[in-house]
């Protein structure tokens, strides 16, 4: 389809929802509308999943596509993926299989292990779990300290935390599994923060890996949304050859989890210059501060084209899945 076609169309922006990270959907939903709009589409509109005229307002606004802005639980777990498919709506993104695996860091994992890309040891436990002396004994003993405690399947760093101390593990269990879901307890692989995004479909390519600077303990949510520059190093000071590995093993991931559209994965690189995966987000952070948009810019496509390539790429994927 050529361009002036293209943005003939009628798009709406899906956002909100009733996850933790609500607020976070309707910054980058408010900001990729503007952007669309400022690539030239005639009709750009935005709506809440969480306001109760939602589906009506969806399936009455005769929409060619969607453009969906939604992160965490019923935006990037393959809900919503669902219901458009229920729909016939062209959608962008990951499809409801890559969005569920990928969400579930412990089905993500299984799935990086049979692709050859390496994860931090880790033990998935059951959803407000709580351990014995025994069991936290053991537990330290096979991992060491640190650890990482998180959400199986939250994004954001919501409810992570870095434990230092065996005595801080209680704590951090119940911080995990407040949500009532699975916990992860992860080994910390330590080295430098990088973060690879890719784009595509069955053309998937890295862009520019950013480096993560922050002085924390772990790029936590607080340092995800202060300004970009704080904290993106682009191109990340890494080795070539260490640099095209981590761009080809986020391309490796991409296809293993079939994501569509773009990831953005996650990697620890240790000191003897080896790529350790953390997660995959199929529906990365779309505001001004995000790190996939700015890797973007790095690489000479500004926020407008960039969103306006996710549709394209959606009715790519939209017509071969006929």
């Known amino acids: 389809m050529n361009r002036a076609a293209l943005k003939s169309l009628r798009v709406v922006v899906i956002a909100g929802g009733w996850s933790d990270e609500r607020e976070i959907s309707l910054g980058s939903a408010t900001e990729c509308r503007q952007a669309l709009l400022d690539a030239g589409f005639a009709v750009v509109d935005l709506l809440d999943l969480a306001d109760a005229r939602f589906l009506n307002s969806l399936t009455g606004g005769h929409y060619d596509v969607a453009f969906v802005a939604m992160h965490g639980r019923y935006g990037e777990d393959g809900c919503i993926q669902g219901l458009l498919e229920i729909l016939h709506m062209p959608y962008t993104f990951s499809g409801v299989s890559a969005s569920a695996v990928a969400t579930e860091k412990e089905l993500a994992k299984a799935v990086y292990a049979a692709a ?77 923060e990088i973060t690879v995004p890719v784009m595509g479909n069955e053309d998937a390519h890295a862009l520019p890996i950013v480096e993560i600077v922050t002085g924390a303990d772990f790029y936590d949510l607080k340092v995800k949304y202060e300004p970009s520059a704080m904290h993106h190093v682009i191109p990340a000071r890494l080795e070539p050859g260490v640099y095209a590995k981590a761009q080809e093993l986020a391309v490796r991931a991409h296809r293993a989890l079939g994501c569509r559209g773009c990831s953005r994965s996650d990697f620890i690189v240790t000191d003897q210059g080896e790529p350790v995966i953390l997660e995959t987000n199929t529906i990365p ?19 407008p084209e960039l969103c306006t390539r996710f549709i394209e790429y959606a009715l790519e994927a939209a017509e071969k899945s006929i």
């Open 285 to 303: 952070g779309m505001t001004a501060v995000s790190l996939l948009p700015d890797s973007a810019r790095h690489g000479g496509v500004e926020f």
């Open 116 to 192: 050859h890309i390496r994860t931090p040891r880790g033990i998935d436990l059951a959803p407000r779990a709580t351990l014995t002396d025994e069991q936290v004994d053991a537990l330290v003993g096979a991992l060491g300290l640190p650890l990482f405690v998180k959400p199986a399947s939250n994004g954001s760093s919501f409810g992570i935390s870095r434990v230092t101390e065996r005595a801080q593990l209680p704590a951090a269990l119940a911080t995990a599994g407040a949500g009532g879901g699975r916990i992860l307890v992860e080994e910390c692989v330590e080295g430098m």
